[in-house]
């Protein structure tokens, strides 16, 4: 009897993996053709909203990058002692949004005379050299474009490390109407 259950256990495993394998080629093709950008500035409740509404947006994480600290939280962030920035982790389909439209949206949605926290401070955090290029045509675009009375100031470096949010947070300003006073900076 002890053999029929292994044997009936052995089955069941064997076509649960081929079927989780045949969900992760599907998932691994899905994610080779999209593409990842890093973005910062203000409440990222209010970003990750506004970022996950423009169309070719796949998904979008909050969570934390730029600093020092391994594994931050929340409470250590917001403290502005690790050097991290509130930031929006964006998987995006670059054959409906280039990553110079998303960092135009991005981009065109602040106002540079706020003053942000450490926390709270713009930044392009890019992957590739093609994104710190693009990112940087758009922000100088922008400043040549007459859109703002003074420069638009915004951070523009290497992406590091980037430390998912605590699950609470994610996804916040749709689960809290309170979140929705929160905005960009």
Not at 7 to 18: D, E, I, M, Q
Not at 60 to 79: D, I, K, M, R
Not at 80 to 101: I, K, M, Q, W
Request: aromatic share 10%.
């Amino acid at each position: 009897m002890r053999n029929l259950w292994r044997a009936l256990l052995a089955v069941a495993v064997l076509t649960a993996a081929l079927a989780i394998g045949a969900s992760r080629n599907k998932s691994a093709a899905d994610a080779a053709r999209y593409e990842k950008a890093t973005l910062a500035g203000g409440c990222f409740w209010s970003l990750q909203e506004t970022l996950r509404q423009i169309p070719g947006v796949v998904k979008t994480t909050v969570g934390y990058t730029g600093g020092t600290l391994a594994n931050p939280t929340y409470e250590q962030v917001a403290a502005g002692n690790t050097g991290h920035a509130e930031a929006v982790e964006v998987v995006f389909d670059p054959a409906r949004l280039s990553y110079g439209e998303l960092v135009a949206d991005f981009l065109a949605a602040r106002n540079p005379a706020q003053q942000p926290t450490n926390a709270h401070r713009p930044a392009i955090f890019y992957h590739d050299e093609g994104q710190r290029q693009a990112a940087e045509r758009v922000k100088d675009a922008i400043n040549q474009s007459g859109k703002w009375n003074s420069p638009l100031i915004v951070e523009i470096s290497p992406a590091t490390k980037f430390y998912p949010a605590e699950e609470y947070h994610q996804d916040y300003f749709r689960k809290m109407s309170a979140a929705r006073n929160c905005s960009l900076e």
